[in-house]
């Protein structure tokens, strides 16, 4: 073997894999069709550029996936044969520890905010309605 094959070599002996069975496969999808929609979406980059799905990657690869509101910038360490439980598919790639500050940071911005808007029961029950009612039509000062 020469040194780059065994660089690039994994545990798995697969030098590369399509992205959206990569995705799929370390649980950042859970189904393939929406690891490919979220590709043509344009939500995943690799190595700076905009991948289609059947674009293949590789150990050493960088990655920058967007879920909601969050950014993962990873790299990635190997190519798994099936999909994998959440404790062996978090092996599979590395986050970069700015990434992870980012993450953190805006959930707890986002569950700050969640904190302080109202909670209410859902709808209006029949007789809340009819009190909503009633307090803007003597809000406006008309009589009932």
Known sequence: MTRKT?????????????????????RFFKTRALAAAAIKG????VNQDKPKPAKNVSPGDALQIRRGPFTYAIEVIDLPRARLGAAEAAKAYIETPASQAERERLAAELKASAQSMPVTDGRPSKRQRRQI???RTNWNGADT
């Open 6 to 26: 065994q660089q690039i070599s994994t545990t798995t002996g697969v030098t590369s894999m399509r992205l959206d069975k990569w995705l799929w496969c370390v």
């Open 42 to 45: 344009g939500k995943i980059q």
């Open 133 to 135: 009612v009633k307090f």
